[in-house]
């Protein structure tokens, strides 16, 4: 029986060695995840998936190693939390030969700069909450595998409900690929993102003042990409928008709190500007959809720059004039309409028309005819409508004390259809 050979791939192929990769070439039968012998499309060998059973399928090794070269391929070191035991168990150790690589752990406490061999490193790869739970007793640093009924919206939520939603994350997505990121999060934020599949979270308490540990500001090894944390209540030099052309962040958190917004709703964002308020939104909308619609290009890539910065991925911008690129969004549950100036009955008009007798709408103007506008469209279809003026004020220094700056006077406008109830 020829030895079957067990070689991690590291992060990618990139991490093999020279003496790795000539086992790889001659081999006869290619063995390993869908994934893995990806890497690898125009070798000549045959190719046998790992599936849901790997145990199944191993048990074929050694019938196939009687007369041919074998190579089973893994990911990071066969031997951490990979097949390296199973084709051992299948074979018997004096017929494998197993070469280890980088393992997710060391690529990315690598790319955060930070030791490893104090941390707790959990698997819940087919596992159950039970290993995080017994980990979570001891305190102190986490890495955790993770597995698509585990993913690091799951675990944000796990943290939060057992009252540790101090920690801070650090989700690993896609390393050592092109497509590489390193994102900062609170439990709390993470908990309605999506992520790469390809993952690893990095959790430890947000006082362990760990030295190494990059800020957000600061850009990691390797060229990963370090996306700063969205929250509510983001201040205006936060986004890139045209002066003045932004929601406040007062403004903002009245705005949100009047849409009411629930897990899984589309937002319509119309006269989205920078796209503040829709990007904040997404924090709250858990899974839902947002359509930033905006008609000035400027305008529209400054969102897009804002999505990427904060890695908003339920987000869509929509450029074009409203209420003509309106009709062929899906149907929305909120509406914002943060501008629209001449159209805006036209605007408000298709909105009635759209939204469903559960939704609601919700507009800010600071101008009195624009105001009136809303009032008169919105109550001629018999909908119920609100108001509210905004007056905020703002500390500014002058001499050795300060004074209150007024900003200009906001109204916030809600309005459901007839029969609606908030």
Request: glycine share 10%.
């Amino acid at each position: 029986m020829i030895p079957v050979q067990v070689v991690g791939l590291g992060m990618s192929p990139a991490d093999l060695t020279s003496k790795a990769r000539q086992i790889i070439e001659a081999a006869q039968v290619l063995v390993g995840g869908k994934r893995l012998l990806k890497y690898f499309p125009n070798h000549p060998a045959r190719k046998i998936p790992l599936g849901k059973d790997p145990q199944k399928t191993l048990k074929e090794l050694p019938s196939l190693a009687a007369s041919q070269r074998v190579v089973v391929l893994a990911s990071g070191d066969p031997n951490f939390y990979g097949v390296g035991p199973l084709v051992v168990e299948a074979l018997g150790a004096e017929r494998v030969v197993l070469y280890p690589n980088v393992t997710a752990v060391q690529a990315a406490c690598a790319r955060l700069k930070i030791a490893w061999q104090d941390a707790a490193v959990v698997s819940l790869h087919g596992r159950a909450w039970e290993p995080l739970k017994e980990a979570l007793k001891e305190g102190g640093k986490l890495i955790i595998y993770t597995d698509p009924q585990h993913p690091p919206e799951a675990i944000a939520r796990f943290l939060l409900a057992r009252g540790h939603g101090q920690m801070r994350l650090c989700v690993c997505e896609d390393l050592g690929q092109d497509t590489e990121r390193v994102s900062w999060l609170s439990a709390a934020e993470a908990q309605t993102r999506e992520f790469s599949p390809l993952n690893l979270v990095v959790a430890w308490p947000d006082s362990t003042g760990e030295e190494g540990i990059v800020s957000e500001d600061e850009a990691p090894a390797s060229g990963a990409q370090v996306f700063p944390a969205l929250h509510l209540g983001l201040p205006e030099e936060a986004l890139a928008h045209q002066q003045g052309l932004i929601t406040k962040v007062e403004v903002r958190a009245v705005v949100l709190a009047k849409l009411q917004l629930g897990p899984g709703q589309v937002l319509w964002d119309v006269g989205a500007g920078c796209g503040s308020v829709g990007l904040e939104a997404s924090l709250l909308l858990g899974g839902g959809r947002i359509f930033a619609v905006e008609q000035d290009p400027q305008r529209a890539a400054q969102i897009k720059a804002n999505r990427e910065k904060y890695r908003v991925a339920n987000l869509e911008v929509v450029l074009g004039q409203a209420p003509k690129c309106l009709a062929g969004l899906p149907t929305p549950e909120r509406v914002f309409v943060g501008g629209g100036g001449r159209i805006l009955a036209k605007v408000l008009k298709e909105v009635i028309k759209r939204l469903d007798s559960k939704g609601r709408v919700v507009l800010t103007a600071t101008l009195l005819k624009s105001l009136e506008t809303a009032r008169q469209v919105l109550g001629r279809a018999g909908w119920q409508v609100e108001v509210v003026q905004l007056q905020v004020s703002r500390a500014r220094p002058l001499g050795d004390s300060e004074y209150l700056q007024a900003l200009n006077p906001v109204w916030v406008v809600t309005a459901m259809p007839p029969g609606g109830k908030p």
